[in-house]
């Protein structure tokens, strides 16, 4: 077997952490960006559905009073 010199052994070995670290670093960036396109994701539908409901809330408001003045008598205001 051929034997490897100190400084070969010391560039390998460096490059090695570098390497790793390079792919922790990359892993760790993915990561993130994927939470917050899912924090994204989820506020777009949260969003949607509070928009929704308000439009209900509106909706059931002015059936509500539609309804309150039919049932008036016609000679009172």
């Known amino acids: 077997m051929i034997e490897l ?8 070995n460096q490059f090695l952490k570098i390497q ?16 917050i396109q899912q924090r994204a994701d989820n506020m777009l539908r949260q969003r949607g559905l509070r928009l929704a409901k308000e439009a209900s809330d509106r909706q059931a408001a002015l059936a509500a009073q539609v309804s309150m003045k039919a049932r008036r008598r016609p000679g009172f205001k």
């Open 20 to 35: 790793t670290r390079s792919i922790s670093h990359a892993r760790i960036v993915s990561e993130t960006e994927r939470l």
């Open 5 to 12: 010199s100190k400084q070969r052994l010391a560039a390998d």
